[in-house]
């Protein structure tokens, strides 16, 4: 069974930095790439930062120049480092990875269970 479990969420002061950490119970490559997501109290989810293996990455307007996300091959690991962080950041931050299996015409995704990000003074 893949899973993906988010850890590295807390309370930090505007201004500051956390850094997010997505670990794969089996490889990463399970997946043609991987994304952080977040949903803040009241909002949807959304999109907050991608990468594909051979791709380049992509953001979200609203994190471009603050945030980058990452990956460790040999840690199965993706990261999210976040910095100069504003309350708007305030969410619970989601890993989500996912696959198209040609041979069988089947798409795959898995979410992980979330991690707070509280951005307040």
């Known amino acids: 069974q893949v899973q993906l479990v988010e850890s590295g969420g807390g309370l930090v002061q505007p201004g500051g930095s956390l850094r997010l950490s997505c670990a794969v119970s089996?490889?990463?490559?399970?997946?043609?790439?991987m994304s952080w997501y977040r949903q803040a109290p009241g909002k949807q989810r959304e999109l907050v930062a991608g990468?594909?293996?051979?791709?380049?990455?992509n953001y979200a307007d609203s994190v471009k120049g603050r945030f980058t996300i990452s990956r460790d091959n040999a840690k199965n690991t993706v990261y999210l480092q976040m910095n100069s962080l504003k309350p708007e950041d305030t969410a619970v931050y989601y890993c989500?990875?996912?696959?198209?299996?040609?041979?069988?015409?089947?798409?795959?995704?898995?979410w992980g269970q979330g991690t707070l990000v509280t951005v307040s003074s």
């Open positions: 989500y990875g996912d696959r198209y299996y040609s041979d069988s015409d089947r798409y795959l995704e898995l």
């Open positions: 990468i594909t293996w051979g791709g380049g990455p």
């Open positions: 089996g490889s990463i490559f399970n997946f043609n790439g």
